[in-house]
């Protein structure tokens, strides 16, 4: 909801009238059972595309993680909002910071990419499900004495106005982000020339949407999605400069016993070369074994945390 009204309140200082249209998706509809027996990469996208497709709404607003790299035929992101903070975040008990946690502490979160991380750096740690929206799992933390912390992205922390919840914002080394995190993305129909313009003129942040380009292109190569453990960031050296790109990929398996990751740097002066780069890298990364890896990651059971 934070999400759309941001983008609302961008169009109407435009000029533009809006109207808020809320549509349940498959992830929320089903907020009890984990996602990777769901079976669907469109969790929270489906039901949105299909009203997109038959008119019902003329864009819809997403978490830029949240979207699959291949969409449905008729539909196109029209525009990359300005990035939050990618980083994830730690909440946890009385403020204890990632290096004080204990010894077999209990951690929550929702996403398999965070949960591989978290076991590869603390083998020693219990990772246990955790869905929901900000507020909610943040409740089954204060209410579950037993739990040290929970991880959640820091965007929605920050955009909600509970970053005083945040202990530590995680380093790259021990949690990189999913691709695209932090970012907002808006789709339209391919063929509505009328709403991309008004949307590519009002919202799209082409900064942010270079570097979601090489990251999401690094995972469309791999064929990742929530199912398996990808994480990439992408970030201009030096910082907010049109210099050089650095792009930091990594996959791990789902238990965290393995864990491989490049970097990569060079000019990219647009979209198309942030996209060559992501590919490159995963290229990299696939040549030295990670398909194999990706391979027994699709074919091993997943434990009930599928959010990226």
């Known amino acids: 909801m934070w999400q759309a009204e941001r983008i609302r309140s961008l169009l109407t200082a435009a000029g533009y009238e809006t109207q808020r249209i809320e549509i349940k998706t498959t992830g929320d509809l089903a907020p009890d059972i984990p996602l990777s027996r769901i079976g669907s990469r469109a969790l929270f996208t489906k039901q949105i595309d299909d009203a997109l497709l038959e008119g019902r709404i003329d864009l819809a607003v997403h978490s830029l993680k949240d979207l699959p790299t291949q969409l449905p035929a008729g539909i196109v992101i029209g525009a990359v909002g300005e990035r ?7 909440v946890s008990r009385a403020g204890v910071g990632w290096h004080a946690i204990p010894e077999g502490a209990v951690i929550g979160t929702s996403s398999l990419r965070r949960r591989a991380q978290l076991l590869y750096a603390r083998p020693d740690l219990r990772v246990v499900d955790l869905r929901g929206n900000v507020d909610t799992r ?4 204060d209410s579950h004495p037993e739990w040290t912390a929970i991880v959640l992205a820091a965007a929605g922390l920050l ?10 914002r995680l380093a ?13 993305a808006v789709t339209l ?25 090489a990251e999401r292109a690094f995972l469309y190569r791999l064929e990742g999605g929530c199912q398996v453990p990808v994480a990439a960031l992408a970030t201009l050296q030096p910082p907010g400069s049109g210099g050089m790109l650095l792009l930091h990929g990594r996959v791990l398996s789902l238990d965290g016993s393995t864990m491989m990751e490049m970097r990569q740097t060079g000019p990219a002066a647009g979209e198309d070369d942030a996209a060559r780069m992501g590919v490159a890298l ?19 059971a997943a434990p009930g945390i599928t959010e990226p």
């Open 84 to 90: 939050e903070d990618p980083s994830d975040a730690l």
């Open 138 to 141: 943040i409740s089954k933390l």
């Open 189 to 213: 129909r391919t063929d509505d020339e009328a709403i991309a313009h008004i949307v590519r003129q009002t919202l799209h942040d082409p900064a942010t949407a270079l570097l979601v380009s």
């Open 172 to 184: 790259p080394d021990v949690m990189l982000p999913a691709p695209g995190q932090g970012a907002l």
């Open 159 to 168: 955009r909600l106005k509970l970053g005083y919840r945040i202990a530590e």
């Open 282 to 300: 995963a290229e990299q990364l696939l040549a030295e074994g990670a398909g194999a890896l990706l391979e027994r990651t699709r074919t091993t």
